[in-house]
């Protein structure tokens, strides 16, 4: 909640370096896989040099893996990937969990958005940690998607410029 307070007003700093994004990626992928030993995590990663605050990067990532373990109560299988385009490095974050449909991926990004309908009502969230993420992209110049279908998964994107 303090940081939907800090993006509201204005006040969500960023403390941005030069890291290795691959090395973060396989950082959060361990964390993550050590908390849900029971997913299996794959990564297909190529190096990438990015000018970013890290640790924002990391919670968007986490964010977007857990949300994939969440949803995703029958299917063990999350694959991480990531490439350039446009002078962008591009990180996707693939399920095959319950999906969400085609109304919801337009609003899934709003603060406190939830998606509804009985599949969704058994999973605990106050619909922040996707909003939080898109402003954390946005504020670096960055964009963020998802592609799903419902019954058959959903992949999240998020993007990043090359040179900030």
């Not at 990532?61 to 299988?77: C, D, E, M, Q």
């Not at 509804?116 to 964009?143: A, M, N, Q, V, W």
């Amino acid at each position: 909640m303090l940081d939907v307070s800090k993006i509201k007003s204005g006040s969500l700093m960023l403390t941005k370096t030069e890291f290795e994004l691959t090395a973060m990626i396989q950082e959060v992928v361990t964390h993550v896989q050590h908390i849900n030993p029971d997913y299996h995590i794959s990564t297909s990663v190529k190096v990438a040099i990015v000018v970013a605050d890290r640790e924002r990067i990391s919670q968007v990532l986490i964010n977007l893996l857990t949300n994939a373990v969440k949803y995703s109560p029958n299917s063990k299988a999350i694959i991480i990937k990531n490439f350039m385009e446009d002078n962008q490095v591009v990180v996707s974050v693939h399920d095959t969990g319950i999906g969400i449909n085609k109304n919801d991926q337009e609003k899934i990004f709003e603060r406190f958005y939830r998606v509804e309908g009985k599949d969704e009502r058994t999973y605990p969230g106050f619909g922040i940690g996707l909003f939080i993420s898109s402003e954390i992209i946005r504020r670096h110049h960055g964009k963020i998607s998802v592609s799903s279908e419902p019954g058959k998964g959903s992949v999240f994107y998020f993007s990043l410029p090359l040179n900030t």
